[in-house]
C-alpha cells in the first residue's frame, strides 16, 4: 500500500510515517493544500490521509478539488469534537475519518478497511467478462448483460461504457472518451457524444437507489459510479 499524508504537522507526519513503514506501508509526506492536491492527483496513491487545517488550501477545499478528477480513498483528520467538520468532510466524498491526536494504528486499521471497501467496487475481470454491479461486459461477443439480459447496445454506446469502467474511479474527460470510445476527436459545437451517452444511461437505467451510473462532472468530463460508492 502506498499511502499520501497531508499535514501541516511535520512531527505528526514523520511518526505515522515510521509507524507505517514497520508495517509495510510506504508513505510520502507534503505539508500545503496544493502540494498535496497536485500529488493526490497524479494516481501515484492507493490512499490519501487528509487534515482539514492546512496552509494555503484547506483540507475540505483539497477534497473537493480531487473528487472534481478523482475517487482516491481519503481518511480526513479532524480537530477532535470538530462534528461539523467531519460531516462536511463526509458530505464532499472523505471515505472516513480519524479526529487528532490520532493513534497511528487505528489509523492503519481505517486505512485497511477503507482499502477492502474500494478493492469489493471495482470490476472484476475474468476470462475476457468485466462484471460490475449488476452488468456483465462480455468482451468476446462484444455485448453487454444487465441481470443476464443482453442489452441492446450501439458499437459506440458498449465503447462509451467499456472506456468509463476501464477507468472505474476516475473522471474521464470528455476529449479523451470521444477518442477512446468514438476514434475521433470532439469539434467545436459537437453534442454527438452526449447523445450517445443519453441514450446509453436511458437503456443501463438508474441503480436502486435512483441515482445514475454515469455521473456528469461539469467541466472535465465523466465516470461510472458504482451502486456502493
Same mark, same amino acid.
Given at each position: 500500500?502506498?499511502?499520501?499524508?497531508?499535514?501541516?504537522?511535520?512531527?505528526?507526519?514523520?511518526?505515522?510515517?515510521?509507524?507505517?513503514?514497520?508495517?509495510?506501508?510506504?508513505?510520502?509526506?507534503?505539508?500545503?493544500? %496544493?502540494?498535496?492536491?497536485?500529488?493526490?492527483?497524479?494516481?501515484?496513491?492507493?490512499?490519501?490521509?487528509?487534515?482539514?487545517? $492546512? %496552509?494555503?488550501?484547506?483540507?475540505?477545499?483539497? +477534497?473537493?478539488?480531487?473528487?472534481?478528477?478523482?475517487?482516491?480513498?481519503?481518511? /480526513?483528520?479532524?480537530?477532535?469534537?470538530?462534528? /461539523?467538520?467531519?460531516? $462536511?468532510?463526509?458530505?464532499?466524498?472523505?471515505?472516513?475519518?480519524?479526529?487528532? %491526536?490520532?493513534? %497511528?494504528?487505528?489509523?492503519?486499521?481505517? +486505512?485497511?478497511?477503507? /482499502?477492502?471497501?474500494?478493492?469489493?467496487?471495482?470490476?472484476?475481470?475474468?476470462?475476457?467478462?468485466?462484471?460490475?454491479?449488476?452488468?456483465?461486459?462480455?468482451?468476446?461477443?462484444?455485448?453487454?448483460?444487465?441481470?443476464?439480459?443482453?442489452?441492446?447496445?450501439?458499437?459506440?454506446?458498449?465503447?462509451?461504457?467499456?472506456?468509463?469502467?476501464?477507468?472505474?474511479?476516475?473522471?474521464?474527460?470528455?476529449?479523451?472518451?470521444?477518442?477512446?470510445?468514438? &476514434?475521433?476527436?470532439?469539434?467545436?459545437?459537437?453534442?454527438?457524444?452526449? /447523445?450517445?451517452? &443519453?441514450? +446509453?444511461?436511458?437503456?443501463?437505467? +438508474?441503480?436502486?437507489?435512483?441515482?445514475?451510473?454515469?455521473?456528469?462532472?461539469?467541466?472535465?468530463?465523466?465516470?461510472?459510479?458504482?451502486?456502493?460508492?
Amino acid at each position: 500500500m502506498n499511502i499520501l499524508l497531508v499535514d501541516d504537522d511535520q512531527e505528526l507526519c514523520q511518526l505515522l510515517a515510521r509507524y507505517l513503514q514497520k508495517e509495510g506501508v510506504i508513505s510520502d509526506q507534503v505539508h500545503t493544500g %496544493p502540494d498535496g492536491l497536485e500529488k493526490a492527483l497524479s494516481g501515484n496513491y492507493d490512499a490519501m490521509v487528509l487534515d482539514i487545517m $492546512l %496552509p494555503q488550501l484547506s483540507g475540505l477545499e483539497v +477534497l473537493a478539488e480531487l473528487r472534481k478528477k478523482s475517487q482516491l480513498p481519503v481518511v /480526513m483528520l479532524t480537530a477532535k469534537g470538530d462534528e /461539523m467538520d467531519r460531516i $462536511l468532510g463526509l458530505e464532499i466524498g472523505a471515505d472516513d475519518y480519524l479526529p487528532k %491526536p490520532c493513534n %497511528p494504528r487505528e489509523l492503519l486499521a481505517r +486505512l485497511r478497511a477503507v /482499502m477492502r471497501r474500494v478493492e469489493n467496487k471495482v470490476a472484476l475481470k475474468v476470462d475476457g467478462v468485466i462484471r460490475i454491479d449488476e452488468l456483465e461486459i462480455d468482451h468476446s461477443q462484444h455485448q453487454v448483460l444487465k441481470n443476464s439480459n443482453v442489452l441492446d447496445l450501439t458499437v459506440t454506446e458498449y465503447n462509451i461504457l467499456n472506456t468509463l469502467v476501464t477507468h472505474l474511479g476516475k473522471v474521464v474527460e470528455k476529449n479523451q472518451l470521444a477518442e477512446e470510445a468514438m &476514434s475521433r476527436s470532439l469539434t467545436l459545437f459537437d453534442r454527438s457524444l452526449d /447523445m450517445h451517452l &443519453s441514450n +446509453l444511461r436511458k437503456k443501463l437505467g +438508474l441503480h436502486d437507489d435512483g441515482k445514475t451510473r454515469i455521473k456528469t462532472i461539469r467541466g472535465v468530463g465523466y465516470m461510472y459510479v458504482t451502486a456502493d460508492a
